[in-house]
């Protein structure tokens, strides 16, 4: 492929200012010749995984469950207008009630029970009304609804700003990863702590957005979303018990001990970019009809409401989540894959790759002159190190303070030969050594 003529080091007239002639591109070819190893991108999307990989968003009707249909569409605001007791009911779209009615059998006994399910999904699928969407998503894979709502002025035929719409799906991206976070633990403020494990288990979430651009619905399959709904659930409920006690008292203990339920700085922080702006939101949950309410919740949540008026508060808890977190003592293990110091001897930082002992992705360590030899060696041979430190809560635990014994640690073969490529991988790494090290200690 030829390089394109704006990258860095080729002048205006496609010639590679101050670096010679331009190396010659391989030949063309449309498909790959034989012996070729196709590369991690071909193109093609990668396929779906997690549990809507089998559905691909369209029920089965031989596995939709008629009670389940029912309970969806009378969640989405769709209305019974009767049937034949005990044998099907008919249900039609919310608002005025025009457009396809639907019928649903009340059980898989009736006789035609597959047909009408299959005609009632096809009607779904076909229908313009939003909620036929909602619907037919909680049919594909069994999951928990969390809808949040934002009272914005309305802009041109009720819609609302891009702008709005991506402080919308911003904070709810938050709050979603605020319970993926409580998850993992509690803690009034997580930085980077758990922060991957969350992050992945949200993969499997889908989203859909309300019109006009104020709400939003993500869909969490109960396989594996479940615990997140049930920490937000109670996390929520305790920042408005929280919020309510500080406006009435003054006082932040609540916000103490809502830390246990699932309240952080990361939570905090999602409801006010989701407040903020507007005049007030709300976020509610719904189970999946076909699991049921899980203990110690009620079984219809009423939404739960923020205003402007919170703001201070949740600012404020945040601010102290932030500030009284401690720093954690850890012994961790991590590849050295940075080096930095001011000149060829004395202390030096170090950047290390966490292997084990803390749930963070990298730190940067302060080491003193033979603890940052040592993790020099280490590096240049493709050992990991040890370190006895503390995580600070300062910058989000990415850096290790009051650091020592330094020692190499001794891994097998495989490991070492995968370690020793991940840093023949990293072309800054080794740039970094010499320019830390300096002529004299290469």
Known sequence: MHRPIDEPGYGEDGGRAGRGPAPVPPPYRPHPAPGDTPGPWTGVPAPPTGPWAESQGAPDPGRVDPRVLGALLARHGWRRRGGAAGRYSRWTPPGSGTGTSLLVPESRAFPDCEDLLGEALTALARSGTPSAREVLTGLAVPSDEIRWWRDVPPGPAGTVPWTVQEQLRSAARQLLLAGALAV????????????????????????????????????????????????????????????????????????????????????????????????????????????????????????????????PALREASARYLTDEPSVPVRLTGAVVRMRRSGPRGEGTVRLRVLGGAEVPHVRVRLDEEAYRTAGHAHLVGLPIRVVGRLESRGGFRRLTDASGVVPVQVDETERDRLMKSIQGTTDSADFFEEACGPDEG
Request: glycine share 14%; net charge neutral; with cysteine.
């Open 184 to 311: 993992r633990g509690r803690a009034g403020y997580y930085g980077a702590r758990h922060r991957r494990p969350a992050q992945a288990s949200l993969e499997t979430v889908v989203v859909g957005a309300a019109p006009g651009g104020r709400g939003l619905t993500a869909f969490l399959p109960v396989e594996p979303g479940r615990p997140i709904a049930v920490r937000l659930y109670h996390a929520l409920h305790a920042a408005r018990e929280a919020t309510d006690y500080q406006r009435a008292t003054g006082g932040m203990e609540a916000f103490d001990a809502a830390v246990e339920a699932g309240v952080s700085r990361e939570l905090t922080e999602a409801l006010v970019a989701l407040v903020r702006g507007t005049e007030g939101a709300r976020i509610g949950l719904a189970w999946a009809p076909s699991a049921g309410a899980p203990q110690g919740c009620a079984a219809r949540p009423e939404p739960v409401e923020f205003s402007p008026g919170d703001l």
